[in-house]
């Protein structure tokens, strides 16, 4: 929502809620997108659109979110002027837009209703039983593992969910599946961004926290507000909470929860019960046996429900998945207790897990050229990028990891660069590219560069940093000097939640033509 202060300066708060819990997506009248290509934006208008709402939307650029969107129907312009919102009943803005935008004050001087792009989505989850994934990382697998499951094995109100995710889903054949779809059902499955504090307007059914791991400490200035948030929250879901307490962060939310909303929460963790402590009353659910052999493509565990949720006697549960590593096991989990509390049979969960292929760009091969096999993956926290090598290690034992990581956000390379550098070095050879600024600007941090995680790396009980990590700013360079490097059996990971995704066709290519010049 926008606000004025007496001197005209427009004010945009993504926390203060613009809907009430009775409204619905007719009421928005022509709505248009600032920055519609945005991953989060292009899935809110394309779900508006499914409802016949009357969308259109700006962006800086052309891109594959804004090609698709205008096969649609909806109308994009490209470049952002004030003359974009003639006309527009409700606009539509994310974090990443200021007040001084020419759509922003040209819709404030209309009388234009402008709203964060969480009231969108929180106007969606009006009269369905919705589910919010959020945490520092695992949001996007996680909703779309919920989302697969309740697509291939839902039935009568669970059949043909709704989804907003920020991101796409790899479908069969090497297809990729949109991340947003306006269904039928009855129940809508969320990612819920906590960036900026937005997510406490959520009123979900169910909400899963998969961590509560500090990150955006530009926003909350600090760990103890940012559990605060997770905390808020938990407590606006009507029916219940799912929380991993194998992080820290999210058992302390847990036991900072009043009574009446522990007493609905269901924590999950590989550890035994009695390793855990206070649960504040939350139901337990336990994650044994998870294990992939070496090389066998295959994440195997048992999840044991406790009879309490399931009407009966406790239930343990055998889950096999394509998509590898323990934290995935962890999303699994999550996805398939909710399902099971939505009214879906666990058997029946379990084996629509099995079939998931992962999220796009979540250790998703690209290619294989001459024996090295590229990998894409999204990780861009310092926990993300450890718990993605670790499962590279399990999934390639004996090759070398190779990694192009390119960092995403100044703050969060300075508040963390320490944590980087112990993920990276799970890795055997690493060039860090030029930062990905996103919101931010240079000139705001102009000591953080992608040699400040190369210098914190010097500090490390490793191997002199200057053999296995370097920084390398120009990515396609940096791209063209592994491939260069890489030998039969390898593995490359381009690594970041900016766009280093691009340079996997400039590795494929590089490794290609390496082959030809050798004669291999």
């Known amino acids: 929502m926008s606000e004025t202060t007496t001197d005209e300066t427009i004010v945009l708060d993504p926390t203060h809620a613009a809907f009430g819990e009775v409204q619905t997506a007719g009421e928005l009248g022509r709505t248009h997108f600032i920055g519609i290509g945005g991953a989060g934006m292009s899935v809110l208008a394309e779900m508006l659109h499914e409802q016949g709402v009357d969308v259109d939307g700006s962006d800086r650029e052309r891109g594959a979110k804004t090609d698709r969107l205008e096969s649609l129907g909806i109308r994009v312009e490209i470049g952002q002027q004030a003359d974009n919102v003639a006309g527009a009943r409700t606009v539509v803005y994310s974090s990443a837009i200021k007040p001084s935008n020419p759509e922003i004050v040209a819709a404030h001087a209309a009388g234009a209703h402008i709203v964060h792009r969480s009231d969108i989505l929180a106007l969606l989850m009006n009269g369905r039983r919705a589910v919010t994934v959020a945490g520092a990382h695992g949001k996007t697998t996680t909703s779309s593992l919920l989302a697969h499951i309740l697509v291939h094995a839902g039935e009568g109100a669970l059949a043909d969910p709704s989804y907003a995710i920020?991101?796409?889903?790899?479908?069969?054949d090497g297809a990729t599946l949109d991340g947003g779809h306006a269904g039928h059902g009855d129940v809508l499955v969320a990612e819920a961004d906590e960036s900026d504090g937005s997510f406490e307007k959520y009123r979900p059914a169910i909400a899963i926290i998969t961590n509560a791991e500090p990150d955006h400490l530009d926003h909350y200035g600090n760990a103890a507000h940012y559990h605060a948030a997770f905390a808020e929250h938990a407590g606006h879901a009507r029916e219940h909470v799912i929380i991993c307490v194998d992080d820290e962060g999210a058992l302390g939310v847990l036991r900072s929860l009043a009574p009446a909303v522990a007493a609905r929460a269901i924590a999950y963790s590989t550890q035994p019960r009695e390793a855990l402590g206070d649960l504040n009353g939350a139901t337990f659910v336990r994650i044994e046996s998870e294990t992939e052999a070496s090389g066998s493509g295959a994440e195997r565990f048992t999840i044991v429900l406790p009879g309490t949720l399931l009407g009966g006697d406790d239930l343990r549960l055998p889950v096999s998945l394509i998509v590898p590593g323990v934290h995935n096991a962890r999303n699994a989990t999550a996805a398939i207790t909710a399902a099971t509390l939505l009214g879906m049979d666990p058997h029946r969960a379990a084996e629509a897990a099995g079939t998931f292929l992962g999220?796009?760009?979540?250790?998703?091969?690209?290619?294989?050229?001459?024996?090295?096999?590229?990998?894409?993956?999204?990780?861009?926290?310092?926990?993300?990028?450890?718990?993605?090598?670790?499962?590279?290690?399990r999934r390639y034992p004996e090759s070398v990891i190779r990694v192009l990581f390119q960092p995403h956000l100044f703050s969060r390379t300075k508040f963390f660069a320490g944590e980087f550098a112990a993920a990276l070095a799970k890795a055997d050879d690493v060039i860090v590219t030029g930062i990905f600024p996103a919101r931010e600007k240079q000139e705001d941090f102009p000591d953080v560069t992608a040699q400040t995680i190369v210098d914190a790396a010097a500090g490390l009980a490793h191997e002199p940093a200057g053999q296995w990590i370097r920084a390398?700013?120009?990515?396609?360079?940096?791209?063209?000097?592994?491939?260069?490097?890489?030998?039969?059996g390898d593995v490359i990971f381009t690594v970041g939640a900016g766009d280093v995704t691009q340079m996997d066709d400039v590795?494929?290519?590089?490794?290609?033509?390496?082959r030809v010049a050798d004669g291999r």
């Not at 063209?480 to 890489?486: D, P, T, Y």
Request: no cysteine.
């Open 472 to 488: 390398v700013d120009d990515m396609r360079v940096a791209a063209q000097m592994l491939a260069m490097r890489a030998h039969h």
């Open 359 to 393: 999220a796009a760009r979540r250790f998703q091969v690209r290619g294989t050229v001459a024996d090295v096999t590229v990998v894409d993956d999204y990780a861009h926290h310092p926990t993300e990028i450890a718990a993605l090598l670790d499962a590279a290690r």
């Open 507 to 514: 590795l494929l290519h590089a490794l290609e033509a390496h």
């Open 166 to 172: 920020g991101g796409s889903i790899q479908g069969p």
